[in-house]
């Protein structure tokens, strides 16, 4: 049985909690995205999940100074569904944000916490999920809306709506309802094969299963409202696209190019620029479907595969620049043993 990390009573009122394990690149990206968050929140403590590897990597270089806390992630938690469906495990505030590793934090979450208050447990999203969600990314996704599949799994499930979540950042606020959605979403993954989800490993790139359609099916037997995706300025998050996306090599200052139409915005996804330019003109023309401004979004995520080089690269270097930082004073402390 896995014993929580707050059992010992001593739970801050709000903090971050970030989780990592196998190869060390995700180390590098958690000590990146945690480097930036630090530019605008000092006061909130920060906690890192990760395997033992990571953890005594992370001692070596001293770089264990980012976090507040350390708590070793066993095996069977080492996997998007293995964490994300324990979540209740690893809250070690009142009120925890949960966070993946690719992310740059872009100003200051102080009304990002604000926003979130009234909810007990949210993960950021949409309100109503497409056919896309969890499914064919492909042509059979046509199949998929000729036999109602989506429509067929809410009814045996007896639900009768299914959110868009992206479960990079998730907000628990009461452990009791968090445990409940966890527990149900594992239960809900282990009916996979009564569902129209399909297994995440058919996507070029991908090496572990989601958990998002799990914990939005869960969210919805329980009535839970997802955090709104997509508020402009107040967007928790935005994704990162290149030709979307204006920034210095730190990540300073970033603006992000944003249609307000949520269809003509989802053409960001795109990989293909010339079709992406083509369909923007054309619902442009359709007033207020061309609609854009400049916007800076508390954090930029990297989610599309074919844009994380970006993102990799400014990890390596925060890396580097945060160990070197760290040298004398790891030289000191060897002198003085």
């Known amino acids: 049985m896995t014993r929580s990390i707050h059992t010992n009573g001593d739970i801050k009122k709000e903090g971050y909690l970030y989780h990592s394990y196998g190869d060390q690149k995700y180390l590098r990206h958690v000590v990146a995205s945690v480097s930036t968050l630090r530019r605008y929140d000092s006061h909130r403590p920060v906690t890192l999940a990760a395997d033992t590897n990571q953890l005594d990597q992370l001692r070596e270089t001293g770089l264990d100074k980012l976090f507040d806390q350390l708590v070793p992630l066993p095996e069977n938690h080492q996997s998007i569904t293995g964490f994300k469906h324990n979540l209740h495990h690893y809250a070690p505030y009142s009120r925890t944000l949960f966070l993946d590793s690719d992310i740059i934090w872009c100003k200051s979450p102080d009304s990002l916490w604000a926003s979130f208050s009234p909810y007990p447990f949210t993960i950021t999203g949409l309100e109503v999920s497409d056919n896309f969600f969890g499914s064919s990314k492909h042509i059979g996704v046509v199949f998929d809306i000729f036999l109602q599949r989506r429509k067929r799994t809410l009814k045996r499930f007896g639900l009768t709506h299914l959110s868009r979540v992206q479960s990079g950042m998730i907000y628990a606020a009461d452990t009791k309802l968090t445990r409940q959605v966890c527990e149900r979403a594992a239960e809900l993954y282990r009916h996979k094969k009564e569902t129209h989800f399909h297994s995440r490993l058919r996507e070029t790139g991908r090496s572990e299963e989601s958990c998002e359609w799990s914990m939005a099916m869960a969210m919805a037997q329980y009535n839970l409202s997802v955090y709104p995706w997509f508020q402009g300025d107040y967007s928790p998050q935005l994704d990162f696209i ?34 992406r330019v083509i369909l923007i003109r054309l619902f442009g023309l359709l007033p207020g479907k061309g609609d854009y401004r400049l916007v800076t979004p508390y954090t930029l995520h990297f989610g599309w595969i074919h844009q994380k080089k970006t993102f990799y690269q400014f990890a390596d270097r925060e890396w580097e620049r945060l160990k070197r930082r760290r040298e004398p004073e790891r030289a000191e402390m060897s002198l003085r043993e």
């Open 242 to 275: 290149d030709s979307y996306t204006t920034f210095d090599e730190s990540f300073k200052k970033v603006r992000c190019l944003y249609y307000g139409n949520p269809f003509v915005y989802s053409f960001r996804g795109l990989k293909q620029k010339w079709l």
